[in-house]
């Protein structure tokens, strides 16, 4: 059976992680989530104290930082390691998420993580989900959908996520958060979040997890 390359871009929290890691499973896919490679990277200069607004620290940088994707033991899910270190967890925190989107817009740090998305993506059979997945690591894949939703849901389950691990948070600081790294993440420079022009768009302001889900696996029936 044909493999493909299904990308999935979108706006923050349009839950584009939890539907590409179910199609993943379904499919037999290798899901790649590219948001923690840059999430992982922020983790690393915030810890090492980079000044990342100093562009020629970047490459120095860089080569001191390994990521991995392995699947938990138990649950099988996939998850990010940084030097040999799984912090799939640590890089949901809210401080990461104010800087990711600055770190993210530099040259360097975007060519560090495509290369490596681009390999992984190799013998396709994946389904990765970011930012430019269809309009720069992968331009060719064979589907490519784009995911948005109402602004209040998608804070709504943001706030959900993060409260549970951090109940000081508040609803306006997630709803800033997501407003400005959207900001960012389309206004940038290199690679800026666009939607592919042959994207499928997938609003799921009103879906449940199930009905996205089949709605994707159509579209990859349709792409095969
Ligand atoms: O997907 P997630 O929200 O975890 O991504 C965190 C941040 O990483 C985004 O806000 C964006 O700044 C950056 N990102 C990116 N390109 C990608 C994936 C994520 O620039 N392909």
């Known amino acids: ?5 299904v990308a999935i871009d979108g706006w923050s929290s349009c839950g584009k992680s939890t539907l590409a890691r179910a199609l993943a499973k379904q499919l037999g896919y290798i899901y790649v989530d590219s948001g923690a490679m840059y999430r992982a990277i922020t983790l690393y200069f915030l810890r090492e104290h980079i000044d990342w607004t100093n562009e020629t620290l970047i490459p120095a940088a860089l080569e001191d930082i390994e990521l991995d994707f392995r699947p938990n033991e138990n649950t099988g899910e996939i998850e990010i390691y940084l030097n040999d270190e799984n912090v799939e967890y640590l890089i949901r925190d809210l401080i990461v998420a104010e800087k990711v989107s600055e770190i993210a817009a530099i040259k360097d740090v975007r060519a560090f993580a495509v290369e490596q998305q681009q390999k992984m993506g190799k013998k396709k059979g ?3 989900d970011g930012r430019d997945i269809g309009t720069v690591v992968f331009p060719r894949a064979e589907l490519k959908i784009f995911m948005t939703a109402d602004n209040a849901v998608r804070v709504e389950r943001r706030f959900k996520e993060l409260v549970e691990k951090n109940p000081n948070i508040s609803v306006e600081e997630v709803a800033e958060n997501i407003q400005m790294r959207d900001y960012i993440d389309a206004n940038r420079e290199i690679s800026p979040l666009r939607q592919a ?13 199930d009905e996205q889900l089949k709605k994707a696996l159509k579209l990859v029936k349709g792409a095969v």
């Open 126 to 128: 994946i389904v990765m």
């Open 197 to 209: 022009k042959d994207a499928i768009v997938l609003d799921n302001t009103n879906l449940t997890q």
């Open 1 to 5: 059976k044909k493999k493909i390359i």
